[in-house]
């Protein structure tokens, strides 16, 4: 092509990308909050898709994974799971030497060495390790071994699945630390041939002290916004740190919830008044539900498996957690007293029928409302808030503040509440609390949903200069759920 003038000084054209949307948040995330040492304090949180993968960290006989394996075993099956680490008793010091290829873990670049040498500080002492003989060894473990032989009092493994060494400080607590290997100027320098030099292994962790629920789950929390539902796989603490723990996720700016099974009988007796159960009823925390089961630790993990295949984006989706079912959880078999006790202090049980069947009952938070609309109401909330500021952050100019740009709101938030309606959540029914707006107590909301917004002349001038837009208001008739019938049968002879 010749050179000439620029086209772009006749015709101009820019592409202009608009910005990605902001995406729902996932209301069927569980997070099984454990004590097991598979993740670290640093760490804290992993995520998994699948039992399987649960299965590559943690061995069948740890709580993390006999709770996942409750959840995932729920049909249809959930597809989120995050694993959480609760420093439950003082950690010790970790260093986790960065991943040897296939060509790095053959033994032979090993059994070569026989004059190895690093130098490693232990809680604070510095180490200078010489003379380090391989040559009779016939794995990685054996290497380990003599490393750990030479250290003294730290300990060293080779992690087989990750292949990478890993080194523990004899210690636990916030003394408990190690740092990365260095050079010992001496021998055969092996720290970086065990990949635990820094810029190769993973940042040194440092023990810490134990640490109560309420601050693993605010560590939790700090770490990943994702998680909604905590689910306790280890020995639940003192009563009062439980309520402490119901309390933060009762006062958590971003919506969650608790779980927790009691397996302590003190739950079906209905003149117990110190048992979690009733003290968490008594507390009305609405973040917070509860299942007693004698058989098993994990069973709120099944409960809430069910409660997360939810697909809010569906139709015809929302369900009661009454009537479902919990694979693998022995369902209880107790007396009409014991389960009214249960009912009175909102506690839910997977409970056998003298009709053969087993179901979950009667699906409660601890303060009553039903587990359903606590769950849906939260998805609602957070499908309004995330449409609302897509509409502003994804306009290519401005939402005015004018009658007409007030509209395009409320069109959004119609559009979520109408899906509500789409999934289940909401129906059609009579409003019996104060009106607003055209809305009159005793008018029969015919879509499910009302939204109101005055006009935009009727703004303080205030709130017009700080840009804000008028006030919003909507009214929802919960679809609900039947939980009980009663049918007459009149004879005539």
């Known amino acids: ?189 092996i720290s970086a041939q065990l990949k635990l030099t820094s810029g190769l292994a993973s940042a040194p962790v440092d023990g810490i002290v134990a640490e109560t629920l309420v601050t693993a789950l605010q560590a939790l929390a700090n770490v990943s916004g994702d998680w909604y539902a905590a689910l306790i796989a ?69 409960f809430f498996g069910r409660a997360a295949t939810v697909n809010f984006d569906g139709s015809n989706t929302t369900l009661t957690m009454k009537f479902k079912t919990e694979p693998g959880i022995v369902a209880e078999t107790i007396t009409e007293t014991q389960a009214a006790a249960l009912k009175a202090k909102h506690i839910n049980v997977f409970v056998n029928y003298d009709n053969g069947a087993a179901i979950i009952q009667e699906g409660v938070m601890s303060n009553g409302y039903f587990f359903d609309e606590v769950h849906g109401t939260d998805w609602l909330e957070n499908r309004i808030q995330t449409d609302v500021w897509n509409l502003l952050y994804t306009s290519s100019t401005k939402i005015p503040q004018t009658d007409a740009g007030t509209h395009l709101i409320v069109i959004t938030v119609e559009a979520a509440l109408e899906q509500a309606v789409t999934n289940g959540l909401v129906a059609p029914g009579v409003w019996n609390a104060a009106g607003f707006g055209q809305l009159a107590q005793g008018d029969t909301l015919t879509k499910g949903y009302y939204v109101y917004a005055p006009p935009v002349s009727s703004q303080s001038q205030a709130d017009r200069e700080a840009r804000k837009s008028v006030p919003i208001q909507s009214a929802i008739k919960l679809a609900g759920a039947v939980h009980s019938s009663d049918i007459t049968i009149n004879v005539n002879r």
């Open 234 to 302: 280890a020995t639940l603490p003192s009563n009062s740190d439980v309520l402490a723990a119901a309390s933060y996720i009762e006062a958590s700016a971003k919506k969650r919830m608790l779980g927790i099974t009691v397996q302590a009988t003190t739950a079906i007796d209905g003149s117990s008044t110190t048992d979690i159960g009733y003290l968490l009823k008594v507390g009305n925390y609405k973040r917070t539900f509860v299942q007693y089961s004698t058989s098993d630790a994990y069973a709120v993990a099944s």
């Open 1 to 189: 092509m010749t050179a000439g003038l620029s086209v772009s000084d006749v015709v101009n054209v820019d592409i202009v990308m608009s910005p990605l949307a902001t995406p729902y948040r996932n209301f069927g995330a569980g997070l099984v909050v454990g004590s097991t040492n598979a993740i670290d304090t640093r760490e804290r949180i992993r995520s998994y898709a699948t039992i399987d993968g649960v299965s590559g960290d943690f061995s069948t006989t740890d709580p993390e994974y006999k709770a996942a394996l409750r959840f995932f075993s729920q049909s249809p099956q959930p597809d989120l799971l995050y694993i959480g680490k609760w420093a439950a008793t003082a950690t010790a010091g970790t260093l986790k030497g960065g991943v040897l290829t296939a060509s790095e873990q053959v033994i032979s670049n090993w059994t070569a060495i026989t004059t190895g040498s690093l130098k490693i500080t232990v809680n604070g002492t510095l180490k200078t390790l010489t003379g380090l003989d391989f040559s009779a060894q016939t794995n990685l473990n054996g290497v380990a071994t003599v490393l750990t032989t030479a250290l003294s009092g730290a300990t060293v493994v080779w992690n087989a699945i990750y292949g990478r060494f890993e080194v523990t400080s004899p210690t636990t607590g916030a003394s408990s630390t190690l740092t990365y290997a260095t050079a010992a100027g001496s021998g055969t320098d």
